[in-house]
Structures are given as C-alpha cells and as structure tokens.
C-alpha cells in the first residue's frame, strides 16, 4: 500500500540561547525532493570488452519546501534566522501513516522517535530562502535545504 502526502509534517531543530526546540514547519505545500545521485567508479579492466562501474560516493541535492510566507509564523521566522546564520541542523519529515510528532532534549538535542510513524532526517542548512511577489497571490517563499551527510529512516514499528 502506498502513503498519502495527506497528513505529512516536517520539522526543523533550531537551536538557541534557550536549548534544542523541534520546531514544525509552517504550512508547507510542498518537501522534497529528498535524494542525491552517486557518482561512478571506472572498475573497468584493459580486458573487459566493455566498461564497468561501481558507485561511488553520494552527492545529497537540495530540498525543495516551497510556503506561503507568514511573518507571524516561528517557523518562518527561524527559516530566515537560519538562512542568515547559515545554522546546519537536523530536519524530519513525518509520512502519513502516523500522526505522532517526534520530541527532542532540549538540553541535549536527542531526539526520540515514536514507534508510531515512519520519519526521514537529515542534516541540512537553508541554502536560500527567497520572498517571491506575485499579482492575486500569497507571498510565496521557497526554501533551498541543502542536505549535508547521509538521510536516515525511522521505520513504523
């Protein structure tokens, strides 16, 4: 079976003078997408009558979460905090089959993940975070998260 993005959520740590918060993102219409090509090993021996290859390191791409921009909104407001202080963190996105959100230390910044729902985290920074004005439109804003690191399942139990 597969998953609705109905029901989806994604997160940000954002860390402060007061400790590790998990923050929801604002009303996204949008997260992804979530990958990154790998690059080709030449495996290929003078003999071999044609070429081979194995992978090679992953290159993360840049997520895309396009938003209506909302000044009153924390999370906007600390989207453009980060694309300021260039903050790398980590960031979650819960899939439909469950509706629990993670938690975090705010001491620590561990996070705990419900066995209830099927998350993806990464490491990533805002890369951009422009305001973009249109006639009869919301303000738009589409963040660039550029992913740092590898990606991480947490599997429904």
Request: hydrophobic residues 30%; contains cysteine.
């Amino acid at each position: 079976m597969s998953l609705s993005t109905k029901k989806t959520s994604a997160w940000f740590v954002y860390t402060n003078s007061n400790g590790y918060t998990l923050v929801q993102v604002g009303c996204p219409k949008g997260f992804g997408p979530i990958g990154g090509s790998k690059s080709q090993i030449d495996t290929t021996c003078l003999e071999d009558t044609e070429k081979k290859f194995g992978p090679g390191m992953a290159s993360p791409g840049a997520i895309s979460v396009p938003l209506d921009f909302d000044p009153t909104k924390v999370s906007h407001q600390d989207i453009v905090a980060m694309d300021i202080s260039d903050l790398t963190t980590t960031w979650i996105v819960g899939m439909s089959d469950g509706t629990s959100p993670p938690t975090v230390s705010a001491s620590t910044g561990v996070i705990t993940w419900p066995s209830t729902r099927t998350y993806v985290e990464f490491q990533g920074y805002v890369a951009d975070a422009p305001l973009d004005f249109q006639i009869d439109k919301n303000v738009g804003m589409t963040v660039s998260v550029q992913r740092s690191g590898p990606k991480t399942y947490h599997f429904k139990a």
